[in-house]
């Protein structure tokens, strides 16, 4: 059984450019959520999606942005991007119906900016 | 708004030593806690949760008990191993349908010499 999964592993983008990040999620998992982490710091939430929309968004700009499939895979896309865009960003799954409240992380997609 | 504290890092211990990372929370309502795991150039792994007051999560020899009187959610392990060197993160979600977005502390670093 494949866990979440992300692509690329490594980018590398310059100020002002865009980029576009993929999560495929665990099998059986219909929730994506996004987290951006900083050298150094704990990760931040970016927003969740669940039924191909957003439902829950943390404190990031609109420059942040996603997008779910409907084989509930996921995308996360970032505009005009700024040096402090510079982090590793994590993609976590997890099942909307049942009892728990565990996220599976994926590797991650580390992005630096030039 | 929610947030979690963890002790400084980094935290450096011998072999079979006894590990303490300190983790308090501000929260509204009652929160699920977690600790996770994070090992070089991988994402996040949880390592154990608890979902109410006085509940103790424990897992691989780490203990983690829910205080709310304290607001606290400290890990121990009673003989930590050099395959424990990595970095601890502490969170909290709410409860609700599904999974909630997760507040992280800023995470520990922990090496473990030989």
């Known amino acids: 059984d494949a866990g979440v999964t992300q692509s690329p592993t490594h980018l590398i983008k310059t100020r002002g450019q865009q980029v576009t990040l993929r999560c495929s999620p665990k099998s059986g998992h219909d929730t994506v959520s996004w987290y951006q982490q900083a050298l150094g710091q704990g990760p931040q939430f970016i927003f969740q999606?669940?039924?191909?929309?957003?439902?829950q968004r943390g404190n990031f700009p609109d420059r942040f942005s996603g997008h779910q499939f409907p084989n509930y895979s996921s995308e996360l896309n970032v505009n005009a991007l700024l040096l402090g865009d510079s982090a590793l960003y994590l993609c976590?799954?997890?099942?909307?119906?049942?009892?728990?409240?565990?996220?599976?992380f994926g590797p991650g997609t580390r992005l630096t900016v030039l | 708004g929610d947030s979690v504290t963890q002790m400084e890092g980094p935290v450096t211990l011998s072999e079979e030593a006894f590990l303490t990372i300190n983790c308090t929370y501000t929260a509204t309502g009652y929160p699920s806690l977690f600790w996770y795991v994070q090992y070089p150039g991988e994402g996040l792994q949880l390592l154990l949760k608890?979902?109410?007051?006085?509940d103790k999560g424990s897992n691989k020899g780490f203990e983690a008990t829910y205080r709310k009187e304290t607001t606290s959610f400290h890990l121990e392990k009673g003989s930590v191993q050099v395959s424990d060197s990595a970095v601890y993160f502490c969170?909290?979600?709410?409860?609700?349908?599904?999974?909630?977005?997760?507040?992280f502390g800023q995470g520990t670093r922990l090496t473990i010499n030989p």
């Open positions: 608890a979902t109410k007051a006085d």
């Open positions: 999606y669940y039924e191909e929309e957003e439902r």
């Open positions: 976590a799954s997890s099942p909307r119906s049942g009892r728990s409240n565990e996220q599976f």
């Open positions: 969170a909290l979600s709410d409860k609700g349908q599904g999974a909630q977005k997760l507040v």
